[in-house]
């Protein structure tokens, strides 16, 4: 069983920034980072594929956030970087530990991850 843990959240005004981090205990192929508001579905940010490093964003976020990744840490990281209001949201990273699919392919359903973090709060403050 994959572990993952979540770090780097809090209060930040607009226009700030904040780095989120995410470890994972075994090995993954594919993580992503989504969001979710009270009341609302969970919403897709972005993903990376630990094979190549191939990387997809939703819409909303993209020239603002980035994904990178360590491999030897096993460690995800999403830099957000012009943060505005609407992006406040409970943030939870996933994983998936299964080899499915096209592994250079970033996923963005919550359906392609068999792991999840617990979640760290952004507030983005007006």
């Known amino acids: 069983q994959v572990q993952l843990v979540e770090s780097g959240g809090g209060l930040v005004r607009a226009g700030g920034s904040l780095r989120l981090s995410c470890a994972a205990s075994?090995?993954?192929?594919?993580m992503g980072w989504f969001r979710q508001d009270p009341g609302r579905e969970r919403e897709f940010i972005g993903a990376?594929?630990?094979?190549?490093?191939?990387?997809a964003y939703a819409d909303s976020v993209k020239g603002r956030f980035t994904i990178s990744r360590d491999n030897a840490e096993n460690t995800v990281y999403l830099q957000m970087n012009n943060l505005k209001p609407e992006d406040t949201a409970v943030y939870y990273c996933?994983?998936?530990?299964?080899?499915?699919?096209?592994?250079?392919?970033?996923?963005?359903?919550?359906?392609?991850?068999?792991?999840w973090g617990q979640g760290t709060q952004v507030t983005v403050s007006s």
């Open positions: 996933a994983a998936d530990s299964t080899p499915r699919g096209n592994l250079y392919v970033p996923v963005k359903s919550i359906y392609g991850y068999n792991h």
């Open positions: 075994g090995r993954t192929y594919v």
């Open positions: 990376i594929t630990w094979s190549r490093g191939n990387t």
